[in-house]
């Protein structure tokens, strides 16, 4: 069972979304791996991992996170995203 699923409406092209996707992970320090239509990322937040996956359809981005920290709070994942992917 993953720990969070979510979905983050977008405007503009999957291209544009995946590229603001690719930017977001990997200026965390993070590791990205995937296309427009879909892929997985992790990254690291005091030593723990945040690991999940996205699918691209139409303009939705819906996102899973298969793995994260005890404390951090699933609505705090999504609304760091959700600002930096709107």
């Known amino acids: 069972m993953s720990a969070c699923n979510f979905n ?12 603001k ?21 992790n990254v690291s937040l005091m030593s723990n991992t945040i690991s999940g996956s996205y699918v691209v ?11 994260k920290p005890v404390f951090l709070p699933c609505n705090a994942i999504q609304s760091f995203l959700s600002s930096k992917l709107s």
């Open 8 to 19: 983050v409406t977008f405007k503009g092209s999957a291209e544009d979304i995946f590229k």
């Open 57 to 67: 359809v139409g303009n939705e981005l819906q996102i899973t996170i298969e793995s």
């Open 21 to 41: 996707t690719k930017t977001t992970v990997e200026g965390q320090g993070g590791t990205f791996d995937g296309n427009i239509s879909g892929g997985t990322f």
